[in-house]
């Protein structure tokens, strides 16, 4: 298998050598969206150990953390490494119109959904509205 020579991504090298990149936490991609009476969040994390996922809620801060392994090829020749490993952070601010009581979350195929269900005091509901001509009959009726 023959590479080419790419000057972006040696650049890249270069620079993750200098400032030593690989420690910090990566960001992850997400979807956001609500749905009905809750909100879902999809974040993607391929090739992290579902064991490594830790999702929690501290007062208004949801935060997902993942550790993705570096590959064992101790007894092979680096070509190409370019999928990145390390630690994965990402947190959000959740307002008071959700419960965090009811929040859940799965990883399957490499994507990791949160699931955070709208508090029942955040719902939109119906008022009813009373005419005047109402009120006079129930106070003569009571």
């Known amino acids: 298998m023959s590479m080419s020579f790419d000057p972006?991504?040696?650049?890249d090298r270069i620079a993750q050598s200098i400032?030593?990149?690989?420690?910090q936490p990566r960001i992850m991609p997400v979807d956001l969206y609500?749905?009905?009476h809750q909100y879902v969040l999809n974040a993607d994390l391929p090739g992290v150990d579902p064991g490594s996922v830790d999702v929690d809620v501290d007062?208004?801060?949801l935060t997902i953390r993942a550790q993705r392994?570096?590959?064992?090829?101790d007894n092979g020749r680096w070509l190409a490494q370019e999928r990145p490993f390390g630690s994965y952070l990402r947190?959000?601010?959740i307002?008071?119109?959700?419960?965090?009581?009811?929040?859940?979350?799965?990883y399957d195929n490499g994507v990791l959904?949160?699931?955070?269900?709208?508090?029942e005091r955040a719902k939109p509901r119906k008022i009813s509205v009373a005419s005047a001509n109402e009120k006079q009959q129930q106070a003569v009726a009571a």
Do not use: K
Not at 8 to 11: H, I, T, V
Not at 69 to 73: A, D, E, F, P
């Open 91 to 93: 947190q959000f601010s």
């Open 8 to 11: 972006f991504s040696q650049l």
């Open 59 to 61: 007062g208004h801060l």
């Open 69 to 73: 392994s570096m590959g064992n090829r």
């Open 95 to 106: 307002g008071d119109d959700v419960d965090p009581d009811g929040i859940s979350a799965s």
């Open 19 to 23: 400032f030593d990149t690989s420690r």
């Open 113 to 119: 959904s949160v699931v955070i269900p709208i508090a």
């Open 34 to 36: 609500r749905e009905g």
